[in-house]
């Protein structure tokens, strides 16, 4: 009987794993090896450093979550159950029988096909996080692949940080004028009637219109939504948003007794950040709900 499953090896599975370890807690992590912060390229804001890459980050979490006893399991959870008191999560043919479980199953970007290119979204040129890497794209030319309502709010933030920046509107139909004023304010240039990507050099992607236009960038942030890793925990009756968010309270409680949730799988803010302060958060209070261990 395990004090705490982690479901999830990303940045706020492993940083709970530490903490859990350090209350010495028996906690076990499992990973389907996917986390979303392995395709970070370089991260600029994570505190303390000048630039770190996710998988990097990831190793160095992995070992130190490993220092305080917390065991690894390379692993995908098929399903979960409750009986009574106790969580039962079925992976690779095998049980494992927990307290507490914490979900930080994190999600995946939807990702436009890009022409020669795996469908993983390898581009150097392709982001996600506006606010994480933003910054990096100071005077560069920029693009904001997706709809009007979505792109635009992206495609406005971006012009904190260049005059260049583009909106690839993947539907030609949206007559939301006010929008469309507010991106002409900002001289943001919107560009319809999309019919491929492709990689241009090693790192910018070309996006070429239906008219054979031709628009080159250094960065293409797709804003095409997401899927949050949430189906498991739902499944047990837990709360979520539309968007499939787990709901939590102050201590990262779901509407599951027993159940909480960290990091992406909970917030709209995907940062590593907020998934550390989650995964703080959640293992003090599994730790605080647990029986006392004097040694």
Do not use: W
């Not at 906690?27 to 996917?34: C, L």
């Not at 049980?95 to 993983?120: K, M, S, W, Y």
């Not at 001289?187 to 990689?199: A, G, K, S, T, Y």
């Not at 498991?232 to 599951?256: F, K, M, P, W, Y």
């Amino acid at each position: 009987m395990l004090d705490c499953l982690v479901i999830g090896g990303g940045p706020a599975g492993l940083l709970a794993a530490v903490y859990l370890g350090r209350y010495r807690r028996s906690v076990h992590v499992i990973d389907a090896g996917e986390s979303r912060a392995a395709k970070i390229p370089e991260s600029h804001n994570y505190p303390g450093f000048f630039g770190i890459a996710g998988p990097e980050l990831l190793r160095r979490l992995n070992a130190q979550a490993r220092q305080y006893g917390a065991e690894m399991v390379r692993a995908r959870v098929t399903s979960l159950r409750k009986e009574g008191e106790t969580f039962v999560a079925s992976s690779s043919g095998s049980d494992v029988n927990a307290r507490f479980i914490l979900f930080a199953t994190g999600l995946v970007d939807h990702c436009p096909p890009i022409e020669g290119q795996p469908a993983d979204c390898p581009s150097e040129a392709i982001r996600f996080c506006p606010i994480c890497d933003g910054y990096e794209a100071i005077d560069r030319r920029v693009g904001v692949l997706g709809d009007l309502k979505v792109g635009a709010k992206k495609a406005l933030f971006l012009r904190t940080y260049t005059k260049d920046v583009s909106l690839f509107l993947t539907d030609g139909t949206s007559e939301e004028a006010g929008l469309r004023e507010e991106l002409t304010k900002a001289n943001v240039r919107i560009v319809e009637r999309l019919n491929q990507i492709r990689q241009a050099t090693e790192n910018t992607v070309t996006v070429v219109t239906q008219h054979g236009e031709s628009h080159e960038v250094d960065a293409l942030y797709p804003a095409l939504g997401c899927i949050v890793r949430s189906d498991l925990a739902t499944g047990l009756g837990a709360s979520s948003t539309q968007n499939g968010n787990l709901e939590v309270d102050d201590h990262q409680r779901t509407t599951i007794d027993g159940l909480y949730a960290a990091g992406d799988v909970v917030t709209d803010l995907h940062q590593l950040s907020v998934a550390f302060g989650h995964a703080a958060i959640a293992g003090t209070d599994i730790h605080n709900r647990l029986p006392h261990n004097p040694r």
